[in-house]
């Protein structure tokens, strides 16, 4: 069975930093493109990052490239995004996805990172 | 950026009773390996999204017939049949022809 599960949000402050992780299990990890997506309260889905299966090729969002970083250990099956410089707008519950073929065939339950004075 | 339309904000039906919801988008969905990469998911009350059709009308592993998906170029349409009380929800369109992937906004699936 396929399992995601994220850790590390939390409540954090404008401008400092945050690092996500999603511990896969399941299946070969090393096999498969991961992403984050994120979901504002009471709002839509909005794709944040994904990366190849070997990490060697990632893509960003407009709104955190620049400030996030998406990196996998693939030892430990575990997929990471590192959060810089983080804003209010950034207060979103953050699911890890797995892809195949350019969708999302399996999520994560989330991990909800408050970005708040 | 591709934008990703989808009408209507919200849907009232009755059990047992058929829906459509419909996902524009603002440019073409075909890549250039010829395929459509247009997907839709379901996130039911304090659940993550799951994967409902992919690739326009594929159905993804255990999800029920009753639910169908169709479309070409930028005009799609999630059809639900046969409506259960484990299909309410919200349901989202999503493009992933081309970066940044992309969401519609979604439609809300509620008991009339």
């Known amino acids: 069975e396929v399992q995601l599960v994220e850790s590390g949000g939390g409540l954090v402050q404008p401008g400092r930093s945050l690092k996500l992780s999603c511990a896969a299990s399941?299946?070969?990890?090393?096999?498969?493109?991961m992403a984050w997506v994120r979901q504002a309260p009471t709002k839509g889905l909005e794709w944040v990052a994904s990366?190849?299966?070997?990490?060697?090729?990632?893509h960003y969002g407009d709104s955190v490239k620049g400030r996030f970083t998406i990196s996998r250990d693939n030892a430990k099956s575990t997929l990471y995004l590192q959060m810089d410089s983080l804003r209010s707008e950034d207060t979103a519950t953050y699911y890890c996805?797995?892809?195949?073929?350019?969708?999302?065939?399996?999520w994560g339950q989330g991990t909800l990172v408050t970005v708040s004075s | 950026d591709v934008v990703m339309t989808q009408t209507p904000v919200s849907l009232s039906v009755s059990l047992g009773g058929q829906v459509s919801i419909s996902c524009r988008s603002s440019?073409?969905?075909?890549?250039?390996?010829?395929?459509?990469?247009l997907s839709w998911y379901l996130q039911k009350p304090g659940q993550s999204p799951q994967l409902l059709i992919y690739?326009?009308?594929n159905r993804f592993s255990g999800i029920s017939d009753r639910f169908s998906g169709s479309g070409s170029g930028t005009d799609f349409t999630l059809k639900i049949s046969r409506v259960e009380p484990d299909d309410l929800g919200v349901y989202y369109c999503g493009q992933g022809t081309q970066y940044p992937y992309t969401f519609g906004a979604g439609t809300k699936l509620e008991l009339k």
């Open positions: 990366i190849s299966y070997g990490g060697s090729n990632t």
């Open positions: 440019q073409s969905l075909v890549h250039n390996n010829g395929n459509t990469y």
């Open positions: 399941g299946f070969t990890f090393s096999d498969y493109n």
């Open positions: 996805a797995r892809e195949l073929l350019r969708r999302f065939a399996y």
């Open positions: 690739k326009v009308s």
